[in-house]
């Protein structure tokens, strides 16, 4: 059984070019966010190196299970976020179509929606207090009785006595979108160097001129970091600019659908997310480890995964096992992304995503973006840059989920 990131399906075409001498942005880290961002300033018509110590998305990007998750990862109180988070969803149907036109590549963006079930009497209560909390904050959900789920979705165990649906939560899949990222970068003019890590931002004046790498230096007057959990204790940010990002460890399985009709939706029940991809994959995620840089993929969390997706989903044990993994979510103190300029001139960060880097990809490329060419972040992202750690400890409210 392998042990691997999510799926083969990706296209392993290696963007390993040559590193350049200067170019106008470096953007450190090729995940979601930084190929996202690499790709939007690309085709602003500038010139754009997007260098990653490993391989587009091996961090926690190919770990994903691709939800675009507004409404199901809603907590009370963390209604800023959930703005973001909507902006996001909003700007998503654009952006879709824009990287595949620019890749020639699909991303199985699947717009079934999303159902949270309860499995049984004793979570009705906290499912239906649940869908009040979304429509009281302005989501879109709708309660939907154990009948009409399994309408929807007659696999699902007979006993699903209710649940929510959030008919604007999609997905995407990773594999294909960090692979239509790539192509899109490409087609942009963008560069894509791998396997090379950078060591150290170089500063001249004061000010950012470029970066230190393991295949030499490159100058630019702009960085972005976009390093995910390694921004919080790689070193790379100057000691005063400490980012309080560390790893949130999920793990995740993958098994074969018999058929396509199997499931449609994504399912959330309390424990876990079962989401159903065009190949006929299910994946089902994800544990909530805070292990720090453990990445083992362990006995425990797969039986978890399994016993938990079986409560749903019964036709699950005649499904092939096809691959499991684990990654670190990049979280930060209040759960809230890391997006925006720093004290350092030329100096730009964008990571911390938490769960939340499919969904947020979108609003955060469209922030940097605006940021880097108008000198202005969008007012619904401005209030998420690193200043709102400053000296304090993190306020903003939290969300809690499973994915
Ligand atoms: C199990 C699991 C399930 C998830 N499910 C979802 C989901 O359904 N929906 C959702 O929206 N989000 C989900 N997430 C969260 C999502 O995966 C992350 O928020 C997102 O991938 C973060 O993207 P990123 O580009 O910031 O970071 P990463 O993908 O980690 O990319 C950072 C990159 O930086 C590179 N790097 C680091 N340091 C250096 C250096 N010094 N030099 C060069 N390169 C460097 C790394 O190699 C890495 O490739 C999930 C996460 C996990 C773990």
Redesign the pocket.
């Known amino acids: 059984m392998p042990i691997v990131p999510n799926s083969a399906s990706t296209d392993p075409a290696p963007g390993t070019a040559p590193l350049p001498a200067s170019c106008d942005a470096v953007i450190?880290?090729?995940?979601?966010?930084?190929?996202?961002i690499a790709w939007r300033l690309a085709s602003r018509g500038m010139s754009v190196v997007a260098?990653?110590?490993?391989?587009?998305?091996?961090?926690?990007?190919?770990?994903?299970?691709?939800?675009?998750?507004a409404a199901a990862e809603f907590e009370p109180g963390g209604l800023d976020l959930v703005a973001l988070a909507l902006e996001s969803q909003r700007l998503w149907p654009t952006f879709r179509d824009a990287l595949e036109a620019a890749s020639g590549r699909t991303i199985d963006y699947r717009d079934h929606g999303t159902m949270l079930i309860a499995l049984g009497r004793d979570e009705v209560a906290r499912a239906r207090f649940r869908c009040e909390q979304q429509l009281a904050a302005g989501l879109e959900s709708r309660w939907l009785s154990g009948e009409e789920i399994r309408d929807r979705e007659p696999a699902l165990r007979p006993s699903v006595v209710g649940g929510i649906l959030c008919p604007n939560d999609h997905?995407v899949d990773?594999p294909r979108m960090i692979a239509a990222l790539k192509g899109a970068l490409r087609s942009a003019a963008g560069t894509l160097v791998e396997g090379?890590?950078?060591?150290a931002l170089d500063l001249t004046a004061g000010r950012i001129a470029g970066v230190t790498?393991?295949s030499g230096a490159v100058r630019a007057p702009l960085v972005v970091?976009?390093?995910?959990?390694?921004?919080g204790s790689?070193g790379?940010v100057p000691a005063e600019l400490r980012v309080p990002v560390r790893p949130?460890?999920?793990?995740?399985l993958a098994l074969r659908m018999n058929a396509p009709s199997d499931l449609s939706h994504v399912v959330w029940t309390e424990q876990l997310?079962l989401?159903p991809k065009g190949d006929h994959r299910l994946?089902v995620?994800?544990?909530v480890e805070e292990r720090g840089f453990d990445s083992s993929v362990t006995a425990g969390g797969v039986y978890s995964l399994l016993e938990g997706a079986r409560r749903a989903l019964p036709a699950l044990e005649e499904m092939e096992l096809i691959a499991m993994?684990?990654?670190?979510?990049?979280t930060s103190d209040d759960d809230a992304?890391v997006i925006g300029a720093t004290g350092l001139d030329g100096l730009v960060l964008?990571?911390?995503?938490?769960?939340?880097?499919?969904?947020?990809?979108p609003v955060t490329a469209q922030a940097i973006e605006d940021l880097v060419i108008t000198g202005r972040m969008p007012p619904i992202a401005a209030g998420f840059d690193l200043s709102r750690f400053a000296g304090a400890n993190a306020t903003r409210p939290t969300q809690e989920a499973n994915?």
């Open positions: 450190v880290g090729a995940g979601v966010i930084g190929l996202s260098i990653d110590r490993g391989y587009a998305g091996c961090g926690a990007s190919l770990a994903a299970t691709g939800m675009l998750a997905q990773p090379t890590a950078v060591n790498t393991t970091l976009a390093t995910g959990v390694a921004i790689d790379l949130l460890k999920g793990q995740s997310h989401a994946v995620g994800a544990t993994w684990s990654g670190w979510r990049p992304p964008a990571a911390g995503h938490h769960r939340n880097g499919y969904l947020l990809a994915s």
